[in-house]
């Protein structure tokens, strides 16, 4: 049997804000609901799936849903990308990612300017669009890397094309990965050049190179690999996880590449876990609050998921879920603390069941143990076909 399961992750999707949302000042976000009350979405195969049946959301509900449906509570104490897609897996941080939103303390800056055998700038929180037209020009004229940071668990290096090599801002990250350990481990510490194009300057993302911290090896994604099953990643999964336990990686830093290489897979695959990334309505939408880009690219996706169907297999399921919220409408720019949804699709699963609210975006790494090596799980108890 040619079992494959697909999971696909819409960054920055979420359904509702949590129970402790007020701990990370995300009162009132709803990243799906919001965002239709101002442009009413078209999601024809997300509807079918069952997403607006969801507990909690005030949409028409359909009586017919093809797939099964619910939302994710997380146990982990963030809203930030590695550590959602960590729990996914199975790995619960009861100690949060750390993070700067009063920039980086001077030590670390020194250390950093020591490793690099030069001055930095920056050393802010600030969007990678901003700071680039802000600080753009004096790094050009000094060659002084730009350091910055954001509300996610992250140190970000920005360089220009033509005044730092590549490879030189792939060693610069390398040592600021060393130097953001033990209690100062950044989630991601990320490669972001940027080069000139009509006067303007703008990010160069396939460029871009992220430097996770080293997963737990105690992961689905390691015990599936371990087990000979094909593991692929396509987006910024295997960056995420280090490189670790991936049979194959697509890597790609856009909704267009990351679809292409989800139907390439489709074709070519016989069996294995296939963990996928969608993360234009996080990085270009969600933290520009660009209601309108932020929809068209969820009506994009749900075009995708149409056309994905139509060629699954016998065997095959698709999971839709997503990392955190990140809520266009408010006046945030950062993740929210939000439920994400669950969707899960395949011959194989009972349709129309809802699963209503379950803890633990480590169901979804359970789920798929369930299915490759025969784990119980509770996901899987209410939805196999007997």
Not at 82 to 110: C, L, Q, R
Not at 131 to 156: M, N
Request: aromatic content about 10%; charged content about 25%; overall charge negative.
């Amino acid at each position: 049997m040619s079992k494959r399961v697909f999971l696909f992750v819409l960054d920055g999707f979420g359904v509702g804000e949590c129970e402790d949302s007020y701990k990370w000042h995300d009162e009132g976000s709803n990243t799906f609901e919001n965002l239709n009350k101002i442009f009413p979405l078209d999601l024809p195969t997300l509807t079918k799936l069952g997403i607006k049946n969801i507990d909690g959301l005030h949409f028409d509900k359909i009586s017919n849903a093809i797939g099964s449906y619910g939302k994710l509570r997380e146990l982990s104490n963030g809203k930030d990308t590695a550590t959602g897609h960590f729990e996914m897996m199975g790995i619960v941080s009861k100690d949060p990612m750390p993070t700067y939103p009063n920039a980086f303390p001077k030590e670390i800056i020194k250390k950093l300017e020591e490793a690099f055998k030069t001055k930095v700038i920056g050393n802010k929180v600030a969007s990678g669009t901003q700071i680039i037209q802000e600080l753009g020009k004096e790094h050009v004229l000094t060659g002084y890397p730009i350091v910055y940071t954001s509300a996610d668990s992250v140190l970000q290096i920005a360089t220009h094309t033509d005044i730092v090599p590549l490879e030189k801002l792939y060693e610069y990250c390398e040592k600021a990965r060393s130097i953001m350990s033990g209690k100062d481990a950044v989630g991601r510490v990320i490669a972001r050049p940027f080069y000139t194009k009509d006067g303007e300057f703008v990010r160069y993302n396939d460029g871009r190179r992220d430097y996770s911290v080293i997963p737990d090896k105690n992961n689905t994604m390691q015990r599936l690999f371990d087990a000979g099953i094909n593991v692929y990643t396509v987006g910024k999964i295997s960056e995420i996880f280090a490189n670790q336990a991936i049979t194959k990686k697509f890597v790609n830093h856009n909704n267009k590449d990351a679809i292409a290489a989800s139907f390439e897979i489709q074709k070519t695959l016989n069996s294995g876990f296939v963990f996928v990334n969608l993360v234009d309505t996080d990085m270009l939408y969600g933290h520009r609050n660009d209601v309108k880009g932020y929809a068209n690219s969820l009506e994009e996706t749900d075009k995708f998921l149409s056309k994905f169907i139509d060629n699954m297999k016998s065997d095959d399921i698709i999971i839709v879920t997503g990392d955190h919220g990140n809520d266009p409408t408010t006046p945030s720019t950062d993740h929210s603390r939000e439920f994400v949804p669950l969707i899960i699709y395949g011959k194989n699963i009972k349709s129309n069941i809802n699963l209503s609210t379950i803890t633990g975006f480590n169901n979804i790494g359970e789920f798929i143990e369930d299915y490759f090596l025969d784990k119980k799980s509770y996901i899987g108890e209410l939805l196999w076909k007997k």
